[in-house]
């Protein structure tokens, strides 16, 4: 644990964790702060949150419980618990995230302190560098010229996360890299049967608990995955245009615009949106794309995640839904015949199926 000259702070391991904790990185360490995280989600995690806060509540909010529970348990004073109000002019997160402060403050009941910074960007005086201010004031460090020198450096670490990460390399080998201040491209030569688009945001994905490890079962099934990491916000926003949709929620770029830019991509031979239960705007997202897929001609597995959801079942449905696209990659292929220019008839026999 910290000496108590040391100045520290707590990131639970959840929510946006997932996307922004390259900044953080480089941020507060640059400034001398130390940080400590919670530990990976586990069971106990999940059911620690849950206790406390109402049943309809979404399992992500329910897992950032647990974890800030368990900075609590690890002697952390100050917890960075980030009020996410809009990420761009009317841009707007959902209500839960950006009354996570709050949430937190009425359901752990313990002694620590939280760090509530805001950021709205639909507001005056509420873009970053107020939101950073507000992360470091508790430990004393006003000097803007400092602040940011250092919201450079976290810049850096997550420019370097994203670059790895655009070039398809894994999400947890980016991120160990990133941190290292390391940068690698990784040139992979296997080639896949079947390429699957992961729709879904990254605190879905990219926890292990919540997710069942739904990207490394994919690629045991011989499935390259592609997600919302491989692409710039650029292309995420060209998708939300190409399924003539408008952007309203800051997590339509994770969803619709993924789904959009994906399900023009010929390579993807389909998708799978994965959603917690009882997240609003995901399930008006999710049912905007099912409809929108059938117009694409894609294929699309929905995927609903809560508490008591068996890796079974949820096995079972994936492996039902990658063995119907190689079926359906099959047949396109043994279906292709040769015309002749001449309009001459010549059976294709290079393909035989036995029962």
Excluded at 85 to 103: A, E, T
Excluded at 195 to 217: Q, T
Excluded at 242 to 249: M, P, S, V
């Amino acid at each position: 644990m910290a000496e108590n000259n040391e100045k520290v702070i707590g990131i639970p391991r959840a929510m946006s964790f997932y996307h922004n904790y390259p900044f953080y990185h480089g941020f507060f360490s640059a400034l001398g702060i130390k940080i400590i995280l919670s530990d990976v989600t586990t069971k106990q995690t999940l059911s620690r949150g849950s206790a406390l806060v109402v049943t309809e509540t979404c399992l992500p909010i329910k897992i950032y419980v647990g974890h800030v529970l368990n900075l609590i348990d690890k002697g952390v004073k100050n917890i960075l618990i980030p009020s996410i109000q809009s990420v761009d002019y009317k841009i707007y997160n959902c209500s839960k995230i950006r009354g996570l402060p709050d949430l937190i403050r009425n359901v752990v009941k313990k002694d620590f302190n939280i760090i509530e910074a805001t950021l709205d960007k639909s507001e005056k005086n509420q873009g970053l560098y107020e939101f950073l201010k507000e992360c470091v004031a508790p430990f004393g460090i006003t000097d803007e010229k400092a602040i940011k020198e250092a919201s450079k450096a976290g810049w850096r670490t997550y420019n370097n996360f994203h670059i790895m990460s655009k070039s398809g390399m894994s999400y947890k080998k980016a991120m160990n890299y990133a941190l290292q201040g390391k940068v690698f491209i990784e040139s992979s030569t296997k080639e896949y049967p079947i390429s699957i688009a992961l729709v879904a945001h990254g605190y879905n994905i990219y926890d292990d608990r919540a997710s069942m490890k739904i990207i490394e079962k994919l690629e045991k099934m011989d499935v390259k995955v592609y997600t919302s990491l491989q692409l710039s916000k650029e292309q995420t926003l060209e998708g939300i245009n190409a399924l003539g949709e408008k952007l309203y929620w800051a997590n339509e770029f994770e969803m619709t615009g993924t789904a959009g830019h994906y399900m023009k991509d010929n390579k993807i031979d389909g998708l799978i949106a994965l959603n917690a239960f009882g997240c609003g705007p995901d399930s008006l997202m999710i049912e905007r794309i099912i409809r929108k897929a059938k117009q694409f001609n894609k294929p699309i597995l929905h995927l609903t995640i809560d508490e008591q959801t068996g890796e079974a079942g949820f096995i079972t449905r994936l492996e039902a839904f990658v063995d119907m696209l190689f079926r359906k990659k099959r047949a396109t292929i043994i279906n292709k015949i040769d015309i002749k220019s001449h309009n001459e008839y010549i059976p294709n026999t290079n393909f035989i199926e036995t029962k």
